[in-house]
């Protein structure tokens, strides 16, 4: 039987608003960050100790030069090791991190390096006619997150806004939980809790340097009159700027170690990876794939949902966690709402933002910290991505 797989560090950027904090900072720089950070947390370098890094981004482009980015990372760390770097769009770090784990589980490895890292603000115009050149006629530039979508398919924010839609959540409901997230939010700042897996970084803008320590879009003063009266984009029905998070800039990282290297080296776990998935459905399916991924991901150990005792369904619209609750609940409103109130318990991405390529590990760290301060349980975090993939991952903390 596979030897258990633990964290042993969990870290993260602040999460800058577009163009904001760090915005003008290069993302490779913002990576390294994140991971030195979680090297160096336990009280010692684990640098030295790593047999491979796995990086996770999902929009390349934002990277001066968008190929081999973790590579590039690994040496800006001085950690020479083979790397690899994975796009499934915001799934990315969340397979990232199940990939070391298939490493770890094959014997191959007994740890690893995971990173996630985007910077949406970095994301730039892009001409196809260029380089062939243009002899007469306008040249168009395209905008790669305005909106975000696919070739043949529609923006994201309406098979959101169409999902909520087929399962009869209505607009009011997807801006008061957006509304809540905020406030969440703030409650978890106020008592401290985001210490655990925040690293501060000097950011430097407009020629200012300065230390960036807090996530910059939550915005909890904010009310729910203020929501409803945004109006909807992209051609949805009831997604709007309010019920959605932000572009985002930022970066995640872990250190997972089979549970003897850990003990070899005196390192205590932070929590344990009891099993990850991955799922797919229809391309359209964004708001409902992170309930049939922990579906699957609770059926491949057979647990049941009542054994859960927090959930942590990324907000990359508010759409997300209220469809994919209630299909988890099977339509029961008294099971759905009581999924809710165990659900991203310290707010979403709504208010702490979702550089995409990123929050897959920031909401497994969150809860991982979550069930640590309520002295331990099992926690499940689910993320959908672009055409309908999706991860999940139970930990144990």
């Known amino acids: 039987m596979p030897e258990q797989c633990v964290i042993v560090s969990a870290k993260r950027t602040p999460f800058g608003r577009y163009l904001g904090s760090l915005s003008e900072m290069e993302p490779l720089d913002v990576a390294a960050h994140a991971g030195r950070a979680a090297l160096t947390a336990p009280g010692k370098d684990l640098s030295a100790e790593i047999d491979q890094i796995f990086v996770g981004n999902c929009i390349p482009s934002c990277f001066e030069t968008g190929s081999v980015t973790g590579r590039q990372i690994g040496l800006k760390l001085g950690v020479d090791r083979f790397t690899i770097t994975v796009d ?64 043949g398919y529609n923006p994201v924010s309406v098979d959101a806004s169409d999902g909520a839609e087929k399962y009869e959540i209505p607009k009011r409901m997807l801006d008061a939980w957006a509304m809540g997230s905020h406030r969440k939010w703030a409650q978890a700042q106020a008592e401290g809790k ?72 005196g390192l205590e776990p932070l929590g344990t990876i009891v099993e990850m998935a991955g799922e797919t459905d229809m391309p359209y399916g964004i708001s409902w794939i992170p309930a049939l991924t922990i579906r699957k991901v609770l059926s491949k150990v057979g647990l049941e949902l009542d054994q859960i005792d927090l959930i942590e369904i990324n907000e990359a619209f508010a759409a997300m966690p209220l469809v994919s609750a209630k299909i988890l609940a099977d339509g029961d409103k008294d099971v759905w709402h ?36 309520r002295g331990g349980g099992l926690g499940v975090a689910a993320i959908c991505g672009g055409l309908t993939q999706g991860e999940a991952a139970i930990v144990r903390a």
């Not at 910077?119 to 997150?145: C, F, W, Y």
């Not at 879009?217 to 709007?240: M, N, Y």
């Not at 318990?345 to 497994?364: C, E, K, T």
């Open 88 to 151: 499934t769009a915001c799934c990315s770090p969340l397979t990232a991190l199940r990939l070391a784990l298939w490493g770890l589980r094959l014997g191959e490895l007994s740890s690893a390096l995971v990173i996630g890292v985007e910077a949406m603000s970095r994301v730039p115009h892009m001409s196809r006619q260029l380089r062939n050149g243009v002899r007469i006629g306008e040249v168009k530039l395209t905008d790669q997150i305005y909106p975000i979508g696919y070739p």
């Open 194 to 265: 985001f210490a655990d897996e925040l690293a501060p970084i000097m950011a430097t803008k407009k020629g200012n340097t300065f230390l960036f320590a807090g996530d910059e879009s939550p915005r909890p003063d904010s009310t729910l009159a203020a929501i409803e009266q945004l109006p909807a984009v992209f051609g949805a029905k009831s997604t709007t700027a309010g019920n959605a998070p932000g572009l985002n800039d930022g970066a995640s990282a872990v250190v997972i170690m089979t549970e003897s290297r850990a003990r070899s080296l």
């Open 338 to 373: 009581g999924l809710l109130q165990k659900t991203n318990v310290n707010g979403g991405a709504i208010a702490i933002g979702h550089p995409v390529g990123a929050s897959g590990l920031r909401i497994m760290m969150t809860m991982m910290y979550e069930l640590r301060r």
